[in-house]
């Protein structure tokens, strides 16, 4: 079976400063690596995705994951952050065959402070 | 172009009361889904369709049922609401099973049940 950890339940960082955002995930295959956003009371918005290819991934709003195989991660990065950016961020994993449903990890409250 | 959407925004259910919850998308997408969502769990796929006709189960389908007869109706039935099933509802969408472009989601139902 799939799963995702997003160890952290907060991340904390001053405007400004590079962000991290961990996750790393377990699936049977080759995976398909996505993260999303997701403002209060509102549906997730999807950032970026890893499909095949470079390991370094570039989405939206200046945000960027790096792949790593050896250590089955997915970090989601962003090298100078905004207030506006604060929300919560989820990874989510699926196999490239086989049954295709996502799962999704826990999520990560990211507050940036002015 | 609404994307995808989703009624009622929210919902108080007694004990023992079924409803149904709405989701229409109007992006001719093959692939729909439906989550919930609860503190500190992430997203749990309920249930999902690869197309019209066609719905199997997610990770939590137990007292929910689906039907998928149109491209863009994934209409969740709640037979007898349970407390255990207040949460927020998400539904999404993607372009097809592949699922390569990542999803759409609604903007949520929140649904409590006393």
């Known amino acids: 079976a799939q799963s995702v950890a997003q160890p952290e339940d907060q991340v904390n960082v001053a405007e400004g400063n590079p962000l991290t955002v961990k996750c790393t995930y377990s699936?049977?295959?080759?995976?398909?690596l996505f993260w999303y956003v997701q403002y209060p009371n509102r549906g997730l918005q999807f950032l970026l995705k890893y499909i095949t290819g470079d390991n370094l991934v570039k989405g939206s709003y200046g945000f960027e994951a790096e792949f790593n195989k050896s250590q089955t991660s997915f970090h989601l990065k962003k090298p100078s952050a905004l207030v506006s950016d604060s929300a919560l961020y989820f990874c989510?994993?699926?196999?490239?065959?086989?049954?295709?449903?996502?799962?999704f990890g826990s999520g990560t409250r990211l507050q940036v402070q002015p | 172009n609404a994307g995808v959407t989703q009624t009622p925004k929210f919902q108080v259910l007694k004990t023992g009361q079924s409803m149904t919850l709405q989701c229409a998308q109007d992006m001719n997408h093959e692939y729909m889904s439906w989550y919930r969502q609860d503190p500190g769990m992430g997203l749990r796929l309920i249930h999902y369709s690869v197309g019209a006709g066609i719905t199997d189960q997610g990770e939590v389908p137990n007292g929910y049922n689906v039907s998928r007869s149109t491209t863009e109706d994934f209409p969740l039935r709640l037979l007898s609401a349970a407390p255990s099933q207040t949460s927020v509802y998400f539904c999404?969408?993607?372009?097809?099973?592949?699922?390569?472009?990542?999803?759409?989601f609604g903007p949520g139902t929140r649904l409590t049940v006393t």
């Open positions: 999404a969408t993607q372009q097809s099973a592949e699922g390569r472009l990542g999803q759409y």
């Open positions: 699936v049977s295959g080759n995976p398909y």
């Open positions: 989510a994993v699926r196999p490239d065959t086989g049954r295709r449903a996502l799962t």
